[in-house]
Protein backbone atom coordinates (compact mmCIF):
# COMPACT_ATOMS: atom_id res chain seq x y z
CA UNK A 1 0.00 0.00 0.00
CA UNK A 2 1.26 3.51 -0.15
CA UNK A 3 0.39 6.74 1.85
CA UNK A 4 1.18 10.41 1.41
CA UNK A 5 2.87 12.37 4.42
CA UNK A 6 3.64 15.76 3.86
CA UNK A 7 4.19 15.37 0.52
CA UNK A 8 5.90 12.81 0.24
CA UNK A 9 5.03 9.21 -1.28
CA UNK A 10 5.70 6.04 0.82
CA UNK A 11 4.86 2.80 -0.10
CA UNK A 12 4.61 -0.05 2.85
CA UNK A 13 5.25 -3.78 2.12
CA UNK A 14 3.90 -7.03 4.25
CA UNK A 15 6.59 -9.71 3.95
CA UNK A 16 4.94 -12.62 5.87
CA UNK A 17 3.69 -10.27 8.43
CA UNK A 18 7.11 -7.98 8.90
CA UNK A 19 6.32 -4.72 7.46
CA UNK A 20 8.97 -2.25 5.75
CA UNK A 21 8.85 0.73 3.84
CA UNK A 22 10.63 2.46 1.05
CA UNK A 23 9.93 6.02 -0.83
CA UNK A 24 6.93 5.20 -2.70
CA UNK A 25 8.18 6.23 -6.48
CA UNK A 26 10.49 4.25 -8.33
CA UNK A 27 14.34 6.41 -8.83
CA UNK A 28 14.06 6.02 -12.15
CA UNK A 29 11.10 7.40 -13.04
CA UNK A 30 7.54 8.43 -11.92
CA UNK A 31 5.83 5.11 -10.73
CA UNK A 32 4.21 3.69 -7.44
CA UNK A 33 5.99 1.30 -6.23
CA UNK A 34 3.20 -0.04 -4.29
CA UNK A 35 1.26 -1.53 -7.78
CA UNK A 36 4.62 -3.53 -8.37
CA UNK A 37 4.80 -6.96 -8.37
CA UNK A 38 6.31 -8.33 -4.77
CA UNK A 39 8.64 -11.82 -5.32
CA UNK A 40 10.19 -12.97 -1.95
CA UNK A 41 12.23 -9.96 -0.61
CA UNK A 42 12.28 -8.03 -4.40
CA UNK A 43 9.85 -5.64 -5.22
CA UNK A 44 9.53 -5.35 -9.17
CA UNK A 45 8.72 -1.32 -10.64
CA UNK A 46 5.42 -1.38 -12.72
CA UNK A 47 6.72 0.48 -15.33
CA UNK A 48 10.29 -0.50 -16.52
CA UNK A 49 10.28 -3.73 -14.19
CA UNK A 50 13.58 -2.45 -12.52
CA UNK A 51 14.03 -4.77 -8.97
CA UNK A 52 14.33 -3.36 -5.86
CA UNK A 53 15.63 -5.11 -2.15
CA UNK A 54 12.49 -4.22 -0.11
CA UNK A 55 14.16 -4.32 3.02
CA UNK A 56 17.33 -2.55 1.70
CA UNK A 57 15.97 0.08 -0.95
CA UNK A 58 18.69 -1.46 -2.93
CA UNK A 59 18.56 -1.44 -6.41
CA UNK A 60 19.14 -5.03 -7.83
CA UNK A 61 18.61 -4.34 -11.89
CA UNK A 62 18.24 -2.00 -14.98
CA UNK A 63 17.25 0.65 -15.74
CA UNK A 64 17.17 1.43 -11.93
CA UNK A 65 20.88 2.12 -10.35
CA UNK A 66 19.93 4.68 -7.40
CA UNK A 67 18.35 2.96 -4.17
CA UNK A 68 15.25 3.51 -2.47
CA UNK A 69 15.03 5.13 0.60
CA UNK A 70 13.96 3.19 3.49
CA UNK A 71 12.09 3.93 6.41
CA UNK A 72 12.09 2.12 9.68
CA UNK A 73 8.02 0.39 10.94
CA UNK A 74 6.76 -0.41 14.57
CA UNK A 75 4.11 -2.10 15.45
CA UNK A 76 2.34 -0.73 18.20
CA UNK A 77 -1.42 -2.15 19.09
CA UNK A 78 -1.84 -3.71 15.87
CA UNK A 79 -1.12 -0.24 13.91
CA UNK A 80 1.46 -0.24 11.81
CA UNK A 81 3.55 2.88 12.19
CA UNK A 82 6.61 4.48 9.86
CA UNK A 83 9.12 6.58 11.24
CA UNK A 84 9.56 9.26 8.37
CA UNK A 85 12.17 11.66 9.27
S1 LIG B 1 10.04 3.86 -13.51
FE1 LIG B 1 10.70 2.19 -12.29
S2 LIG B 1 12.05 1.10 -13.59
FE2 LIG B 1 11.45 2.81 -14.75
New binding site residues.
Given amino acids: MRFTHKGRCIAVYNLSGEFYATSG ?7 F ?1 SE ?1 YIDGETVE ?6 LFNIRTGAALS ?3 TKNLKTFKTKIENGQVYVLVD
Fill in positions: ICTHEHAMGCPLHQGPPV
